[in-house]
């Protein structure tokens, strides 16, 4: 069984992908290579974790609780959608290597914050009092069986 819970291992991620971002901002003037090569993980590992939870774990909470068409996962997968047009705005610059991108990099900040604490506050505890060990051991499941050309898309390569 997964003895870690929804809330922690998303929470991890969040700041897994946080760490990922400060130091793409840290090294983009000083040595944009090395600031790419933290951008393209940001990028795969965010969408990726857009995709466990659009595919796998909002399911799991629309199952639990009849709301598939309002409530808090619509509003998840809407920001969702307007994180993954702030990322590509921000990819574009950086594969041209522009890097004035402080103004990408605010807003991307700004809708990402608002958006993992309604999930690390309401959505993953919630999920977390709902579902069985077993459950939760699925999810973890179908995470580690996830192909990667379901999130791994980025001209960065």
């Known amino acids: 069984m997964q003895e870690t819970s929804i809330k922690k291992y998303f ?3 969040h700041k897994c ?6 130091n793409f901002r840290k090294y983009k003037h000083q040595d944009f290579s090395k600031a ?3 951008f393209k993980d940001f990028k795969m590992r965010l969408q990726r974790h857009i995709v466990w939870e659009e595919q796998i774990l909002f399911p799991v909470f629309e199952k639990k609780t009849g ?22 705005l921000l990819h574009k610059k950086v594969r041209t290597q522009d890097t004035n991108s402080d103004k990408e990099e605010e807003i991307l900040l ?6 993992n604490l309604k999930e ?16 939760r051991a699925e999810v973890f499941n179908q995470m580690n069986k996830l ?6 898309k980025c001209c960065c390569q």
């Open 67 to 88: 709301m598939t068409q309002s409530g808090p996962t619509q509003v998840m997968r809407i920001e969702h959608k307007q994180i993954g047009e702030c990322l590509e």
């Open 11 to 13: 929470g991890d991620d």
């Open 17 to 22: 992908l946080d760490e990922l971002f400060i």
């Open 147 to 152: 192909p990667e050309e379901s999130y791994k």
């Open 110 to 115: 700004s809708v990402l914050s608002n958006h």
């Open 120 to 135: 690390e506050n309401i959505l993953y505890p919630t999920i977390d009092s709902m579902i069985t060990d077993e459950e």
């Open 36 to 38: 790419k090569e933290f």
